[in-house]
C-alpha cells in the first residue's frame, strides 16, 4: 500500500518542485541545481527501491511483536485510536530523528538526507537506503502498546509526507504555526550546519516535542542557514552517498588502538575521533564558507542527464508497482539495473573520465535487450510497439553521447555559499 500511496503521491511532488522553481525563478532567487537536484531525487528512488526488500525489518518485526507480545490490540475503526497513533509516532519519530544526530551509527544512515547544499522541495525527496536497519527499534512501543500494523503505516506515511513541504526557503515565518509545528522556517534551521542551528529542530509534524526537551532554535534572520554537512560529501555518487560515514567509521575502528574506542566510533556522536586516529589521520577543519559543489556541465550534458534521469523514474514507477507480484530475482535484477543506472548518471554529472563508456554501454544493453528478446524485467512479452520505443530512445540516447560537451574531469566548485 505504501508503494502505491507513493506512486500516486509522485506527480503532485513533481508539480509542486515546479511551482517551488518557477516561484524562486519570479524572485530573482533560483532555488534549484539540475546536478543536485538529480542527486536528490535520486536518491529518494533509491531508498524506495531499499524499503521494498527492507519490510521485513521496518514493518515485519513491527507485526510480530504486535501479534505476540502486546497485551492488547486496540480497534481499527476508533478516531481516538488514530489520533494517539499519529501522535506518539511522531513522538517517537523526534527520539529516532535526535539519536539520528547524536548516535554516529544511525547518523550514518540519515546523514544522506543532509548532505545537499541546497535546500528546495527535492531535498525532502533525498532519504537514506539504509534507515531501515536500526529505525524500526523505535517505534516498538507503538506494536506493544497494541496499535495494528495497519494504522502504524498509514500515520507513518501521513508523518513522512507531512514533512515534504517543509522543505523549502520560499515560505517565510508563520506567526504561531511556527510555534507549535514542524514549519519551513523551524525546518531550515534544522539542516543548517551553522553553530546557532547544530542538531536542533527534530519534530516531524509538531515542534513541540523539541520546545518540550530543549533541542529548539529559532531561524534568525542575522544569521542565514548554510546547508549540507560538517563533512561534505562533494559527489553525486548516491552508492557513496549512502555509505560514506559506514566507511569513514570502519576506517577509524579499523585504525583504533584500544577495543573500546572500537565502540564507541559508532556509539558516539557524529564527528567523534579516538584520539590516536585524530593524531594519526587529521581531517580538514570545518569551513562554513566553504564553496559549494557544483561540477561545470554544458548545457547539452545537462539535457542528456535530465532525460535519462526522467526515463529511469518511469522506470522506478513500475519496479515499484511490481514489487508486489514479481519474484525476487526480476525485483533484484531491477533493483541492480536502477542503482546502477543512477550511479553512472551521477559519474557523468562529475565529469569522471571513463564514464561515457560504461554509459554507452548501459544505454545499448537497453536499447538493444528488449527489443532482442522481447522481455523487460517483470514483462515476459514485451509489446513490440515499446520494445521499438526503448529502442528508438535508448538508441539515440548512444548516438547522443559523443557529441556531448565533455565538462572538465575536475569537479570545480563554483558557487559560494
Not at 123 to 132: D, E, I, V
Not at 138 to 145: G, H, I, K, Q, W
Not at 162 to 178: K, N, S
Amino acid at each position: 500500500m505504501q508503494e502505491l500511496i507513493i506512486t500516486f503521491a509522485t506527480p503532485v511532488f513533481f508539480a509542486l518542485i515546479g511551482v517551488e522553481w518557477l516561484v524562486a525563478r519570479r524572485r530573482g532567487r533560483p532555488a534549484y541545481r539540475a546536478n543536485d537536484a538529480i542527486s536528490s531525487i535520486g536518491l529518494g528512488v533509491i531508498s524506495q527501491v531499499a524499503g521494498v526488500f527492507g519490510k521485513v525489518l521496518s514493518i515485519g518485526i513491527y507485526a510480530w511483536f504486535g501479534a505476540h507480545l502486546a497485551p492488547v490490540t486496540l480497534p481499527v475503526d476508533q478516531v481516538a485510536v488514530w489520533v494517539f497513533a499519529l501522535l506518539a509516532y511522531d513522538f517517537l519519530y523526534y527520539w529516532l530523528h535526535r539519536a539520528g544526530h547524536e548516535v554516529n551509527i544511525l547518523w550514518a544512515a540519515h546523514v544522506v538526507h543532509h548532505q545537499s547544499e541546497h535546500y528546495n522541495l527535492s531535498t525532502a525527496l533525498r532519504q537514506t537506503g539504509s534507515g531501515m536497519l536500526l529505525g524500526w527499534l523505535f517505534y516498538l512501543p507503538m506494536a506493544l502498546a497494541g496499535v495494528p500494523t495497519e494504522v502504524f503505516v498509514v500515520v507513518a506515511l501521513i508523518d513522512l509526507l507531512y514533512q515534504f513541504w517543509v522543505h523549502t526557503e520560499q515560505i517565510g515565518r508563520l506567526g504561531w504555526f511556527d510555534r507549535v509545528f514542524c514549519s519551513p522556517s523551524n525546518h531550515r534551521a534544522h539542516h543548517a550546519v551553522n553553530a546557532r542551528y547544530l542538531d536542533r529542530n527534530y519534530g516531524g509534524i509538531l515542534i513541540v516535542w523539541d520546545r518540550l526537551f530543549g533541542t529548539f532554535v529559532e531561524e534568525d534572520d542575522t544569521d542565514p542557514p548554510v546547508y549540507g554537512t560538517r563533512a561534505p560529501l562533494r559527489s553525486w555518487n548516491p552508492l557513496w552517498a549512502n555509505a560514506e560515514v559506514y566507511w569513514a567509521a570502519a576506517r577509524d575502528m579499523w585504525h583504533a588502538r584500544r577495543w573500546r574506542d572500537k565502540a564507541r566510533v559508532w556509539l558516539k556522536p557524529p564527528g567523534w575521533r579516538p584520539a590516536d586516529v585524530a593524531a594519526r589521520f587529521p581531517r580538514p577543519a570545518f569551513d562554513i564558507h566553504r564553496e559549494r559543489f557544483d561540477p561545470p556541465m554544458p548545457r547539452a550534458l545537462t539535457l542528456y542527464c535530465l532525460v535519462q534521469f526522467a526515463l529511469m523514474l518511469g522506470m522506478a514507477t513500475q519496479f515499484l508497482a511490481l514489487s508486489a507480484t514479481a519474484g525476487l530475482p526480476t525485483l533484484l535484477g531491477y533493483a541492480a539495473y536502477l542503482v546502477a543506472s543512477l550511479t553512472a548518471l551521477g559519474a557523468l554529472m562529475e565529469g569522471r573520465r571513463g564514464v561515457r563508456r560504461i554509459e554507452a554501454a548501459r544505454v545499448l544493453a537497453t536499447a538493444v535487450l528488449p527489443w532482442a528478446s522481447g522481455r523487460w524485467f517483470g514483462i515476459a512479452h514485451l509489446d513490440g510497439r515499446l520494445a521499438l520505443a526503448l529502442l528508438l530512445v535508448f538508441g539515440l540516447s548512444a548516438l547522443a553521447l559523443p557529441w556531448l560537451d565533455r565538462p572538465s574531469a575536475q569537479a570545480l566548485p563554483v558557487t559560494p555559499h
